[in-house]
């Protein structure tokens, strides 16, 4: 089993839709949740960054994440036809004193919006 | 404003080849990472470097050594490539080693080898 499961889509949703990204995760230390998004023959850039469980709210995006059930989301609202592109959850832990802030990542959704 | 840099964009290699990646980044972070992103396995974390003067083995280190050259370049080598090397590579940085700031990528490096 992995420790960060995401599932791949792809995702297709009509304009202006609501849409809702998922990451499932095992390792009880991890704190930091991130989402990044990514286009076509680009690198990841950063959407969303929050700290242990709750929410964060950016424009059309909203990121949550509940710890107790080791899940966390990202919703977009009102998508856009450049909203299209793959979405990337993202998490590390703590290394003790040495905070080395390695990453691991879910597999990516594929996201599609149709106008 | 350029952020990560990574340098080729593009490379095709024959099998037993060998090559060096590229990675500078001018925002002054001290804290470097090479990832490899292949279908359906999201972004796997070859080597990093928390800091300047130090290198760590990630989850696949294996046909890949490093070189934190100095605090803006950390270089990625393959020295006898394979085609299970074919794959799409990051390089990634991050500011302090204390704070907890969240990492910031260039545009990869498309590496094909036949």
């Known amino acids: 089993q992995k420790e960060v499961e995401q599932d791949p889509g792809p995702l297709s949703v009509p304009e202006g839709a609501i849409v809702s990204l998922n990451c499932t995760y095992s390792n009880s230390a991890f704190q930091y949740f991130m989402w990044y998004r990514q286009y076509s023959r680009k690198g990841p850039e950063l959407l969303m960054y929050?700290?242990?469980?709750g929410n964060k709210e950016d424009g059309r995006f909203t990121a949550q994440v509940d710890k107790s059930s080791k899940y966390i989301s990202l919703f977009i609202r009102d998508s856009q036809p450049s909203d299209s592109a793959t979405y990337l959850c993202a998490m590390s832990a703590r290394d003790g004193s040495s905070n080395t802030g390695k990453l691991i990542f879910g597999q990516g959704t594929t996201l599609q919006v149709k106008p | 404003n350029a952020g990560v840099t990574q340098t080729p964009k593009f490379q095709v290699l024959k099998t037993g080849q060998s090559m060096t990646l590229q990675c500078a980044q001018d925002m002054n972070h001290n804290s470097m990472y090479w990832y490899r992103q292949d279908p359906g396995m999201g972004l796997r974390l070859i080597y990093y470097?928390?800091?300047?003067?130090?290198?760590d083995k990630g989850e696949v280190p294996n046909g890949y050594n490093v070189s934190r050259l100095n605090k803006r370049e950390f270089s990625l080598r393959l020295e006898s490539a394979a085609p299970s090397q074919t794959s799409v590579y990051f390089c990634?940085?991050?500011?302090?080693?204390?704070?907890?700031?969240?990492?910031?990528f260039g545009d990869g490096t498309r590496l094909s080898i036949l």
């Open positions: 929050t700290y242990s469980s």
């Open positions: 470097s928390a800091s300047e003067g130090t290198t």
């Open positions: 990634a940085s991050r500011g302090t080693v204390i704070s907890n700031q969240p990492q910031h």
